[in-house]
């Protein structure tokens, strides 16, 4: 079952309740997804740690509801 935007978006905010979120279905179909996140949570981090962090959020279904996801992340400036 496809995930939709809205989903995804109220998944990384439930995680990072400041994130600015912007999500863009890329194929149309439900499945592919690029995400920009914006959090104060990733300030001084790693880009991979910032990654693992939405990853995590997205709770397990990547690879399942969610078969790709495209993602920019950084702090805000």
């Not at 905010?13 to 279905?25: G, M, R």
């Not at 439900?30 to 790693?46: E, L, N, P």
Request: proline fraction near 3%; hydrophobic fraction near 50%.
């Amino acid at each position: 079952m496809a995930m939709d935007s809205a989903e995804i978006a109220a998944l990384i905010k439930a995680a990072l309740p400041d994130a600015v979120v912007t999500i863009e279905d890329l194929a149309g179909d439900g499945d592919h997804y690029a995400a920009t996140v914006v959090s104060s949570a990733f300030k001084g981090i790693s880009r991979v740690k910032q990654h693992q962090i939405v990853y995590a959020a997205l709770q397990g279904r990547m690879g399942g509801a969610l078969h790709a996801l495209a993602l920019q992340t950084s702090a805000p400036d």
